[in-house]
């Protein structure tokens, strides 16, 4: 079974030894906006959400005879919570990893000469995007004052904390793939790193211990699900290196795209720490521990994909429904000039601009909704051709790349991938990677699996395209980096 705790919502999904879903719940979450560049979710409504996910589904698969034999766990990533894990309490909303409130200290620590030691030691950049700065915010800002066991963490931490009791004995750990996203953890050592802690004054004791993404992490306690009372949590990871692992990109070179909440592109860089690449990340995949050995990844990241499909769906109205855009998006031959660039949170990969906003050029009097939404798809590709191109620019042969998230389900938008990244893209037939990839790894953990291998046998696909002529795709994306230089 996986938890599945993302962006935009929470899901659970038990699985078979093929695999494939046998029973599955969502819940959306409340995304909270108090001031522009500050996005922020209530950590007990993630909690609760968990908690009914997990049960429904857990009930549905004893109804039916079936016996769960794993929990995987996979999360949002930077996203960071300030608790009290003797008594749960929390003072402030956690700071979402599309959170850009501590900009300035970023851009202060850049221009103190602090970026050359980060990014050798972390493979990150100093971005808001990241944990520690959201760390020290919650800190300067009272949200562990008087507390008895102060505690920072990333979402992992926090509902393992919530599987394993909810209490002081309960769970306090984390693992590196999540870790490695903190601009804490020393990616060489994967620990803690002192120097890292007090550059970012974050107090070494408030931290989780780290242990491999495929462990036993803990069992699931009574009073969180009791129809899981019992059942070992034996894999942890965050949600894109959990997509890369349920995408079975288990070779060097192999490479993902998620397009989910925003869009992020991993591609396997083997088992040594990998050079950094301009504009791009270096993080840990994932650490197999007694299963396998520990994996890294060159990561690039737009923050905004299918938010903004959202945006279009709520507070424009374009569609009622979000699987609407698409064909409203192929209802047109073209664009009819319209850029879009969702730099809603800033840039990301490779661009890295936390004050960009959000552009729409090129309209008209001729301009249409299907118009827009063609733009809008077309900058999902363009998105991605731009951190495609940074791999390939470094060095990374693309192979061929395998897609997942919901907004991968549009035809066209893979058809515009493949030929902006020049390589042929297949999509996975579970579009839901990251739920699959938590399963995988805590099915691994416990012999369900018993191979890297057995699992990338049971992967497969459900479309595929090769790149067609580029003339076209390449006239719209010189149109859109001009747009991004706007931005």
Not at 189 to 201: G, M, P, R, V, Y
Request: with cysteine; glycine share 8%; aromatic share 8%.
């Amino acid at each position: 079974m996986a938890l599945d705790a993302g962006t935009s919502g929470v899901r659970a999904v038990a699985y078979d030894a093929q695999a494939e879903v046998y029973e599955s719940a969502y819940e959306e979450l409340e995304q909270h906006f108090p001031r522009p560049g500050w996005v922020e979710h209530d950590p007990l409504e993630i909690a609760a959400k968990a908690r009914s996910v997990l049960s429904s589904v857990a009930t549905k698969c004893r109804q039916n005879g079936h016996h769960i034999m794993a929990l995987g766990l996979t999360n949002q990533r930077e996203t960071t919570v300030a608790f009290d894990r003797d008594s749960g309490a929390t003072r402030h909303r956690a700071l979402v990893w599309q959170d850009r409130r501590t900009t300035p200290q970023c851009e202060q620590l850049t221009r103190d000469g602090h970026l050359a030691t980060v990014r050798e030691k972390t493979g990150l950049v100093l971005d808001p995007y990241f944990s520690a700065t959201k760390m020290r915010w919650l800190l300067d800002h009272g949200a562990l004052d008087d507390f008895s066991m102060p505690s920072l963490c990333t979402i992992d931490t926090y509902l393992l904390w919530h599987l394993t009791g909810g209490n002081a004995e309960a769970a306090f750990v984390t693992e590196p793939s999540n870790a490695s996203r903190t601009l804490l953890l020393n990616i060489s050592s994967k620990s803690w790193d002192h120097d890292l802690a007090e550059l970012f004054q974050v107090p070494h004791a408030m931290l989780p211990r780290v242990q491999a993404s495929a462990s036993h992490f803990g069992e699931v306690a009574s009073s969180f699900v009791p129809e899981l009372v019992g059942v070992p949590i034996t894999g942890v990871l965050g949600d894109q290196q959990a997509a890369l692992f349920g995408q079975a990109c288990f070779r060097e070179g192999m490479v993902k795209a998620t397009y989910g909440t925003g869009a992020f592109v991993l591609a396997n860089a083997g088992a040594s720490v990998p050079s950094p690449l301009d504009g791009l990340l270096s993080t840990i995949a994932w650490d197999l521990g007694d299963h396998g050995t520990t994996t890294y990844a060159f990561e690039g990241s737009a923050f905004v994909a299918g938010a903004a499909i959202q945006w279009l769906r709520d507070e424009l109205h374009f569609v009622e429904r979000a699987n609407q855009l698409g064909p409203l998006a192929n209802s047109v031959l073209d664009s009819g000039g319209v850029t879009f660039v969702p730099a809603f949170t800033g840039l990301g990969s490779p661009f890295w601009n936390p004050d960009a906003h959000g552009v729409m050029m090129g309209l008209s009097v001729g301009t249409s909704r299907a118009h827009i939404a063609r733009a809008l798809v077309e900058s999902l590709a363009f998105q991605v051709r731009a951190m495609t191109d940074a791999f390939v620019n470094g060095g990374v042969n693309l192979l061929e790349l395998r897609a997942d998230g919901g907004a991968s389900s549009m035809n066209l938008l893979m058809e515009l991938q493949a030929t902006n990244s020049r390589v042929p893209v297949r999509r996975s037939t579970s579009l839901e990677a990251t739920a699959r990839g938590a399963a995988c790894i805590a099915g691994l953990s416990v012999g369900l699996w018993s191979s890297l291998e057995d699992l990338e046998n049971i992967w497969t696909s459900d479309y595929g395209v090769a790149p067609s002529d580029p003339t076209s795709v390449d006239a719209g994306y010189a149109a859109w980096l001009r747009s991004v230089e706007r931005a």
